[in-house]
């Protein structure tokens, strides 16, 4: 399944600070393209992409708190957090809204 990533507000520094990914993710052993959910890309995306610290991105299943989750342009807490369901070419999103000042 093909997916662009994004990570920003200083996300990109667990990724090798590249803020966009093109990826190419392997469904689970006998998941139908319609069961693949957020909880199964944040599996990938720990994985995957996270190089370093990811207590920073991740607690637990989920993302830590102060991190805004978008896919295709919409607050994932709207369209059910990690049962959200990913299709081909979606576009999410991670910001952290946690910065030093």
Known sequence: MQLTLEFGGGLELLCDSEKIHKVNVDLPNGAESDDFTMKHLLSWVRTNLIKERPEMFMKGDT???????????CDWELSGQLDTRIEEKDVIVFISTLHGG
């Open 63 to 73: 993302v830590r708190p102060g991190v805004l989750v978008l896919v295709n342009d």
